[in-house]
């Protein structure tokens, strides 16, 4: 969906997110009220930039164990998983937010990842009864908070998490959804909420050689009982055999600072000073209600839990996410 601008940037205050959230407000106008306000389960965010797809058919679950990390085969109408695809080698590749209506797998990813991942289904299709739709022209991602007593508008397939209900809405609608559930809340109160839940994201959290284990995604996308699908090898094999190279940790930042690092942003031992060898990345910051300047990061295992880092200039102090 190239260029995409949501009708809900008409919405008084609404200011663009940037890449990779191009296209949705960041917020509109209090960064922090929002936040209040999602933390406490009131207003929606419109992540109608989100692309989603559609599988059906009568071998849709069976098929798609085969390919993803997580067990869907026995997938019960309504419950909501996640789970990945993998290369060969074990990096992860695609993420997908899922249900199934009964009759049909409904799912969310990427900004600009779609094309790929049905390119990569319909690959794998075989003799397999399924049928495989790009339905982001259709259909909007909203997401309700956890605590929110919102109605979903009838009919709408709904994913419900501890984290809050995703809605694919009809796209046509999101202007009288939006009307109707107010107030708005822009993406960069989600993701901080995101980051303070320790919850990681495809293309933030990930680059090219990244495995699930080093992000805490075997908890909740992968199913370590199942096999047979690309890259169960190298799963098992760092499960059973080894540690991952690097490890998700969660940051409390320097509040004297007045900018927050970027993505990319690289790692470092404080001791060490800006000039130390680089131990890992910042994968994304945020300004936190409560908590004040936070971020995630990817840094390599061997670096000591308790050590105080640097997050490109900005003095941080670490939590453990995944265990060295």
């Known amino acids: 969906m190239p260029s995409y601008a949501s009708p809900l940037l008409s919405l008084p205050g609404a200011v663009e997110g940037d890449a990779p959230d191009a296209g949705v407000a960041a917020h509109y106008g209090d960064l922090f009220k929002e936040q209040r306000a999602l933390a406490a389960g009131e207003g929606f965010v419109d992540l109608s930039h989100r692309e989603v797809l559609t599988v059906s058919g009568p071998d849709r679950l069976s098929w798609l164990h085969l390919l993803l990390t997580q067990h869907v085969e026995e997938l019960a109408p309504g419950h909501a998983t996640e789970s990945l695809i993998l290369s060969a080698k074990g990096h992860i590749e695609h993420v997908l937010y899922l249900v199934d209506d009964g009759e049909t797998v409904w799912a969310h990813t990427e900004p600009g990842g779609a094309a790929a991942l049905i390119g990569y289904l319909e690959s794998m299709t075989f003799f397999y009864r399924v049928e495989i739709a790009d339905r982001t022209d259709a259909f909007a991602v909203v997401h309700l908070p956890a605590g929110s007593i919102a109605p979903a508008p009838e009919g709408t397939v709904v994913r419900e998490t501890p984290h809050g209900r995703d809605l694919f809405l009809p796209r046509d609608g999101l202007r009288a959804f939006a009307d109707g559930h107010g107030p708005a809340i822009g993406v960069l109160a989600y993701e901080a909420l995101r980051v303070e839940g320790h919850r990681p994201r495809l293309g933030r959290e990930t680059d ?21 699908y690309r890259g169960q090898e190298t799963v098992a094999r760092v499960q059973n055999l080894g540690r991952p190279p690097r490890r998700l940790v969660f940051l409390h930042l320097d509040g004297s600072e007045v900018r927050l ?11 060490d000073g800006a000039e130390g060898r680089q131990l890992g990345f910042v994968t994304t910051s945020a300004r936190h209600h409560e908590l004040g ?15 105080e880092l640097l997050a490109g200039d900005t003095p941080a102090a670490q939590e453990v996410i995944v265990a060295v």
Do not use: M, Y
């Open 293 to 307: 300047p936070i971020a995630l990061a990817l840094v390599k295992r061997n670096v000591p839990a308790d050590a």
């Open 208 to 228: 090219h050689r990244t495995i699930p284990h080093e992000l805490g995604w075997l908890d909740s996308a992968v199913h370590l009982q199942k096999g047979c």
């Open 261 to 271: 690092p970027e993505h990319g942003a690289p790692i470092r031992l404080a001791a």
